[in-house]
Structure formats: C-alpha cells, structure tokens
C-alpha cells in the first residue's frame, strides 16, 4: 500500500508467474480488483476485494474454478462508483459475446460453479460459420528435449480416427506472440464446414508461458520452435487424427520461416504446406527492409552466429537435391510487403524451380502486386488469397485420402 509514500509502502504478491501461467491484465470496480492470468494457455480471473479496515489490502475472495479454454476480457464500468464490470467472451467456436457482470457477486457464491459474477448476457457477433457439433479441447505433445508443448484441437465432436481427417495445423512462434482460444471465423468456413480438424501449436518463440517460453527459443535455440511443432504434428498422426498426407501446415511471416523449416526438416511430415509472405534466406535477411532489427531474434549472419546455427535454420540454403520427393508447397507474398521483402518467397520458388525438374517437387507461386505485408490491400483481395491457400491444402489433402 502506498498511503505512507513509496518508501514505507508494503508490498504483497497476488499473483506470481509459474512455467505454465503468465500474468495477462488486471481491472478495477469500486471494491474490487480482478486478476486475468493465463494458466497453460487458458483464461482465468481471479477476485480481491479491498479491506478498508485494513488500510486498503487486498484479499481473495474467489474466482474462476478452472481456467477455461476462451480469450476474455473484464473492464469496469465505473470504477468509483459501482463493481459492475464489462466481461467479453470469444473463443474457436463462439464469437466475441459481452456480458454485464458484477464482481461483488463472486462472495456470494456456494455452489462452487464458477462464473457467478455474470449478470447477464448484452450481445453478440453474429456466428460467422456454423460451429454445430464441434468440440475444442487441449492436448500436449512431447518434443525432442521433453519439453511438454500443448496445442488446440477443433474437430467434428463424431470425427473418426481413422487418419483421413483433412488436418489444418497452424503455427507461428517467435516475438513473443502467442496463439491462443479466439474466432476464427475463416478457418470454421474455408475449413471446418467441410470437415477438416484445425489445430494450433503453442511452440517455443511464442509468449503463451510468458517471456522464458519466446527466451527459449531465441537465436542458436529456434530449433526448439520446429522440433516443438514436428512434435505436434507427429502427435496428430500418431492419434490418427491424420496421417502425413492429410496433414498441411500453413504460417506467414516468422510462421513463413516455421513452414519452410518443415519442408526442408521434414518433407516427410505433410501432405501439404502453404507458406505465407515468408523469411527464407537467413544469410541475407538483415540487408532487406526490416530485417535489421530482427537480429535480436534471429542472431546476426555476418558473424560466426551464420555457421554456426542460422545456416541450419536457413530453408534457402538447405534445399537437399537428393530429395526425391517435397511436399506440395504454396508460396504467397506481396509485391509492396514493406516488411518482409518478397525476394524471400521468389529466390526460394525460382531456386525450387531449378533443382526440381525431374523430379517430385511440386511448388506454386501467387504474388499479389498490391498491399503490404498482409498480402492483400483490401477484403477482396485478402478474400481471395484466403481462398486461395484453403482451396490449394483441402484439394492437396483429399488426394491423400485412403478407402
């Protein structure tokens, strides 16, 4: 507490960071403080009340029960005179809902149910796709060095396991950004209407566990990022949710690195890949627009941080022509990406080109002349593109199939 200036001031921790929770964001109301934290890479909110017989301190007086798969978000409605509190919802099969809720109501619960704090539901977004049937849960894949990696599955609730599941696997991991439970509106159209599994990875680079989850992947340690997501994909199959051939894999940017990793790593591992506005010459990625100030991330190629680990993780430079066969690979980029320059995805396609005639390497190139590095200037075009990709790995995948 601060009533007696900074230096008398007592300090109490409510919540400290584990290897598997971070802190996320905090709100007040007039009596109540509320805690958001993400715990293994699900929501929760935690409730302290302010003791004013106790100079102000803050007690806990309850919350959520268990963490819940939902990206959410509490904001008070008038912090000095009411604990009325905003709370928005979404998650991979609800769109973003908003509630009217009232933190003094978390003491008053008995039933130990949880979420006793909502008041009632206000509006929302209309569904964008029909998410009837579909179940989301969270599973764990184990990668190289044991470390656990959870990623989420949404599948048909009736699926059948017997591999031939179209299986959409997405991931990014680096700068700290994390994946997580949201609307994914695109991808329940373009992909789970008809069928297909989604899933999303939580690999080593992202910031799900907080600042050491991204920290562990940084530089001479971003093999940990792909041995995290081959792991998840050789969990998939070993479930038989899919088998190599009716699993894609799809990232953009640093998830456009991720894919071309796979490709060259594990060409193997997936019936399809689709590789977006992507980095791909590691040697040279430094001297184009922004790749300067990635070095942080990456390490610097014009020292000995080139040998001896940015070549291995450089896809240009580790195209092997003794490889008879490479998954079918889309490349997509954009003419005026001001971030990522495009020469990334046309000397690696061109040099595909080459090595590949004769042989079973099936690349396709699309660049679009307009926007910047989303790769589409406006919705029809990002619509398109959209398109594009989901027809490119469902056609792809559905040859993979087996009676």
């Known amino acids: 507490?601060?009533?007696?200036?900074?230096?008398?001031?007592?300090?109490?921790?409510?919540?400290?960071?584990?290897?598997?929770?971070?802190?996320?964001?905090?709100?007040?109301?007039?009596?109540?403080?509320?805690?958001?934290?993400?715990?293994?890479?699900?929501?929760?909110?935690?409730?302290?009340?302010?003791?004013?017989?106790?100079?102000?301190?803050?007690?806990?007086?309850?919350?959520?029960?268990?963490?819940?798969?939902?990206?959410?978000?509490?904001?008070?409605?008038?912090?000095?005179?009411s604990d009325d509190f905003w709370f928005t919802t979404s998650g991979y099969t609800q769109p973003s809902t908003l509630f009217l809720a009232d933190a003094a109501k978390v003491e008053n619960n008995d039933d130990g149910e949880g979420e006793e704090y909502i008041v009632e539901k206000l509006k929302s977004l209309p569904p964008q796709y029909d998410a009837a049937g579909l179940t989301v849960k969270q599973c764990v894949a184990t990668s190289k060095d044991g470390t656990e990696v959870p990623y989420f599955l949404v599948t048909k609730e009736d699926t059948v396991l017997d591999g031939n599941t179209p299986t959409l696997l997405y991931g990014y991991g680096g700068f700290e950004i994390s994946l997580g439970p949201k609307d994914i509106a695109t991808s329940g159209i373009a992909w789970l209407e008809r069928g297909g599994a989604y899933v999303e990875a939580n690999i080593r680079?992202?910031?799900?566990?907080?600042?050491?989850?991204?920290?562990?992947?940084?530089?001479?340690?971003?093999?940990?990022?792909?041995?995290?997501?081959?792991?998840?994909?050789?969990?998939?199959?070993?479930?038989?949710?899919?088998?190599?051939?009716?699993?894609?894999?799809?990232?953009?940017?640093?998830?456009?690195?991720?894919?071309?990793?796979?490709?060259?790593?594990?060409?193997?591992?997936f019936g399809a890949i689709h590789c977006a506005v992507p980095l791909l010459d590691m040697k040279r990625y430094h001297t184009l627009l922004a790749g300067a100030s990635w070095m942080?991330?990456?390490?610097?190629?014009?020292?000995?941080?080139?040998?001896?680990?940015?070549?291995?993780?450089?896809?240009?430079?580790?195209?092997?022509?003794?490889?008879?066969?490479?998954p079918p690979m889309l490349v997509t980029t954009s003419t005026r990406d001001d971030r990522v320059h495009p020469a990334h995805a046309r000397k690696m396609v061109k040099k595909l080109w080459d090595m590949g005639k004769g042989k079973d390497w099936p690349v396709y190139y699309y660049e679009?002349?307009?926007?910047?590095?989303?790769?589409?200037?406006?919705?029809?075009?990002?619509?398109?593109?959209?398109?594009?990709?989901?027809?490119?790995?469902?056609?792809?995948?559905?040859?993979?199939?087996?009676?």
């Open 1 to 81: 507490m601060l009533n007696n200036g900074s230096e008398g001031a007592e300090y109490h921790i409510l919540f400290e960071p584990t290897e598997r929770s971070a802190y996320e964001t905090y709100s007040v109301t007039k009596n109540y403080f509320i805690l958001s934290i993400i715990e293994n890479v699900k929501s929760k909110h935690l409730f302290f009340k302010f003791d004013k017989e106790d100079d102000g301190k803050l007690v806990f007086v309850g919350g959520d029960k268990e963490a819940q798969i939902r990206a959410c978000y509490a904001g008070s409605v008038d912090p000095y005179e």
């Open 205 to 269: 680079g992202g910031g799900e566990f907080g600042p050491s989850w991204h920290q562990a992947a940084l530089k001479e340690n971003r093999n940990k990022s792909y041995e995290d997501f081959i792991a998840v994909a050789e969990h998939l199959i070993s479930t038989n949710i899919c088998k190599s051939s009716t699993l894609a894999a799809r990232g953009g940017s640093n998830g456009g690195l991720l894919m071309g990793n796979m490709y060259t790593m594990r060409p193997d591992l």
């Open 296 to 326: 942080a991330e990456y390490g610097d190629p014009d020292t000995p941080d080139w040998d001896n680990f940015l070549y291995k993780y450089s896809p240009y430079h580790q195209i092997n022509p003794d490889v008879e066969k490479y």
């Open 368 to 403: 679009n002349i307009e926007g910047g590095h989303g790769g589409a200037a406006d919705s029809k075009q990002s619509a398109f593109m959209t398109a594009l990709a989901y027809d490119f790995m469902w056609d792809t995948l559905c040859k993979g199939k087996t009676d």
